[in-house]
């Protein structure tokens, strides 16, 4: 595994969606929770996708048959500690109420200090127009839209039309190879759609899992002033910022790269932003770029085939003050394994050797939860 | 140097072919370096101070390695088969010929070299490794006598048997070589050096910051691939010398970097996975990059990403002990597309379905590949003349 590796896993391995919000949250709070309407959709979104958004995982009750809502709360304040600007609700292994339930619960426990986004993956589009209109009514700024990886182009741009025009929401499209969109075009970009969708007022963003410098300088000279597109690889970053403007990534595990005490990635990409390459540069390779090596050659593994190892992401994030807590077996992919106690040494080692102090918290306490481990204790 | 079976070079190629560089005597240890250092004096006499000029109206275009061929069974030096591969770089439309080692006692390299200068007749730079035998003084000897051959500028290497610890040394060692010739010198920023113990990108910048600055250090062939690492190499240097892409799996990122930095040429590299002298869309593609002509360059781009994808995943693959460290498949991916083939010392296998994907992605290219397999286990040239393959004892 290696970085073109790392770039498949990301893409696999996170259902993004980006929203909005401003690199400093208590300042954009009044913003995150506004009602934006479709037209202005574009414009707000210029202004407030800037940095990093990572993906809101699930927690569950020991039992795992409920929501463990504490445990949820923890995590949104811990995506705010960070400083990303959007947290991604993700859809693991969740009925359709319970996801709307843990989308309710995000937002209120966001109260306007980030933004809060969810991917839209359901099995029936009466199902996907139900958890759209949920999202818009309890406060979500935005959803990341999966695609059928069957049909035309035309059909396509018709699916994402329908759910677009439901909503005053941001949309983000997701591509990856897993699409099997090469049946359009050799670089697996769905040209014919995205030049039929581009401008939709409320379509906003494009998550590309893709290495490809090449592909995105397509990507960003066709639609580059229509749409926000995003890049997952720390590597390409500097050079995309510096040429094209890139100015948002998400949704991810970018917890795998600090902590909030440590907020290296959210640092690296401030830096660049404001054009100070040396000091961004200096964090890159003493942070960055070993963290993403570290965590793609544990995860690459598991996310061929569009897999998401949400329990992984679960434990980067329980190493560095998330609530953690066992996964339900995942539906699509159940052949994701649980987090072994190798992979917790493995992944406490990676944050070691990039200077971000792991939680003093047992790994014990990942089993339920850490919130749910303290109410126990206490 | 001793026998190996590297019939191409390139980054991954490189730190095995280092490996194998020394032609005897001593090691080059830390240690060692300030001994051996002064001895010799400067080469030629020559100022250097124009060489920086030359090379930006020189060093122009896409560089492809060629290695040597040779005879079946006894493992001579066929050079004919050289002289076929010389016109098939020409004739695809490469700009500079590395003549990379590939198994040569020292004056088979000599003779490989010349036959690589006498087809290249003007028509192309050539291009050569220093820095690779044991001895300070044997690299000096060796570059002066490619000077006098007739080497238009060389890629600077350090011996790998060479640990120094310190920046100091490495720059003595590079500065005594550089001073001893008039020819240009580029720098290798490679992963396959192991100065991870200088900084954690592997490139020592302390160092380069220095070595950028000699007189007549034109060029940099970026041999990662960390995107990261280039946009910091191309920020660096680019200003101060000519700053390429030399890593295959980054001929993505020519349109990125020439929006911001107009490199110049690339190199040296198999270019030979994307194109042929029939189709040669990546010189088609890289010329058309050059001139800002993104929009044509990226149709040839995605004409060629069958190719590209191949070449992906046989450099990912094994992280790249199959393909680009593999001597015998680049072998192959030459022949497939014209070379000569045939036999390298230290032998190779090749399995038919690597054969087979090979011309399935020039195909789905629009590529006709060679199809005739038994020609290249003896060589194009040699199966012309009525050579078989030997059938084994």
Redesign the interface.
């Known amino acids: 595994m ?4 790392f770039g498949r896993i990301v893409l696999a391995g996170a259902a993004t969606l980006g929203a909005g919000g401003l690199a400093v949250p208590v300042q954009a709070a009044g913003r995150r929770t506004e009602r934006v309407s479709k037209a202005h959709r574009k414009a707000w979104a210029r202004e407030h996708f800037r940095g990093f958004e990572n993906i809101l995982v699930p927690s569950f009750t020991a039992d795992l048959k409920a929501l463990d809502e504490a445990g949820i709360r923890l995590d949104v304040r811990q995506s705010i500690a960070h400083g990303f600007f959007s947290t991604l609700c993700a859809p693991a292994a969740l009925s359709l109420e319970e996801m709307k339930r843990f989308m309710e619960i995000a937002v209120d426990e966001a109260a306007g200090k980030i933004t809060v986004a969810f991917a839209a993956h359901t099995d029936t589009d009466a199902r996907m127009l139900d958890l759209i209109a949920h999202g818009e009514k309890v406060g979500c700024q935005a959803f990341l839209l999966d695609l059928p990886r069957t049909g035309d182009e035309a059909a396509l741009a018709a699916y994402v039309a329908k759910f677009a025009d439901s909503t005053n929401m941001a949309v983000c499209l997701w591509l990856s190879r897993q699409h099997n969109y090469a049946r359009f ?3 697996g970009i769905p040209f014919g759609l995205l030049d039929r969708v581009a401008d939709l007022p409320n379509m906003v963003g494009l998550k590309v899992a893709s ?8 990507l960003y ?1 066709r639609y580059g002033r229509r749409m926000l597109i995003n890049c997952l ?8 910022i ?2 094209y403007g890139l100015q948002w990534s998400g949704a991810w595990t970018v917890e795998a790269l600090q902590s909030p005490e440590k907020p290296y990635a959210v640092q690296f990409f401030d830096l660049m932003l404001r054009g100070k ?1 040396a000091e961004g ?1 200096k964090i ?3 942070h960055v ?2 963290g993403f090596d570290a965590m793609g050659k544990r995860m690459a593994p598991m996310a061929r085939g569009g897999a998401h190892p949400w329990e992984h992401f679960k434990y980067y994030q329980f190493a560095v003050g998330g609530n953690g807590g066992r996964m339900r077996t995942d539906p699509e992919h159940p052949e994701l394994p649980h987090v072994s106690a190798e992979d917790m040494a493995y992944i406490r080692d990676s944050f070691g050797k990039i200077g971000v102090p792991t939680t003093q918290t047992p790994d014990a306490a990942f089993e339920v939860g850490r919130s749910a481990a303290a109410a126990r204790r206490s | 140097m001793t026998e190996s079976n590297r019939r191409s070079l390139d980054r991954r190629a490189f730190s095995k072919l280092a490996g194998l560089g020394a032609l005897g005597g001593g090691v080059l240890a830390a240690g060692q370096a300030g001994k051996t250092m002064a001895a010799p004096a400067r080469g030629s006499g020559s100022s250097t101070s124009d060489k920086k000029a030359w090379a930006r109206e020189h060093i122009v275009g896409l560089e492809h390695v060629i290695g040597p061929s040779f005879m079946p069974g006894s493992l001579a030096l066929d050079e004919a088969g050289v002289r076929w591969d010389m016109q098939q770089l020409i004739r695809g439309g490469f700009t500079m010929a590395f003549a990379g080692p590939g198994g040569l006692s020292p004056p088979e390299q000599v003779r490989f070299i010349q036959i690589v200068l006498e087809e290249a007749k003007g028509k192309v730079l050539v291009t050569a490794f220093v820095g690779l035998l044991p001895t300070l003084e044997a690299n000096i000897k060796e570059v002066q006598q490619l000077e006098r051959m007739g080497v238009s500028h060389v890629l600077m290497s350090w011996p790998p048997s060479f640990l120094p610890n310190t920046e100091d040394q490495l720059y003595a060692f590079f500065r005594a070589i550089a001073d001893s010739t008039k020819m240009g010198v580029t720098i290798y920023a490679s992963e396959r050096f192991d100065f991870a113990r200088m900084h954690p990108s592997g490139v020592p910048f302390g160092l380069f910051d220095r070595l950028v600055e000699i007189p007549n250090v034109v060029a940099m062939k970026v041999g990662f691939f960390e995107q990261g690492l280039n946009f910091e190499l191309f920020e660096r240097y680019s200003k101060k010398v000519l700053t390429n892409i030399g890593c295959p799996e980054l001929v993505g990122e020519f349109p990125v970097l020439h929006r911001l930095y107009k490199p110049q040429w690339g190199g040296a590299g198999t270019w030979n996975i994307w194109q042929s002298p029939e189709k040669p869309y990546l010189v088609d593609y890289f010329n058309l990059v050059m001139k800002g002509q993104y929009e044509k360059a990226m149709k040839i781009y995605w004409e060629m990403y069958p190719l590209h994808r191949y070449g992906l995943k046989n450099i990912a693959h094994g992280f790249g002990h199959r393909f680009m460290g593999d001597p015998g498949l680049t072998n192959y991916v030459n022949w497939s597309v014209g070379g000569n083939g045939g036999p390298i010392r230290g032998g190779y296998i090749i399995f038919e379905d690597q054969m087979e994907e090979r011309k399935r992605a020039l195909r789905a290219a629009g590529i006709a590949p060679r199809e005739n397999d038994e020609e290249f286990w003896v060589g194009r040239v040699n199966y012309a003349k009525g050579v078989r393959r030997l059938p084994l004892a």
Do not use: C, N, Q
Request: aromatic share 10%; proline share 12%; hydrophobic share 40%.
């Open positions: 290696d970085r073109r590796d075009h050799p670089s290495i490809d410098a090449a592909m995105f300088h397509h000279e690889v720390p590597g390409l970053m500097p050079v995309l510096k040429s390459d540069m890159y390779w003493e770029a070993p």
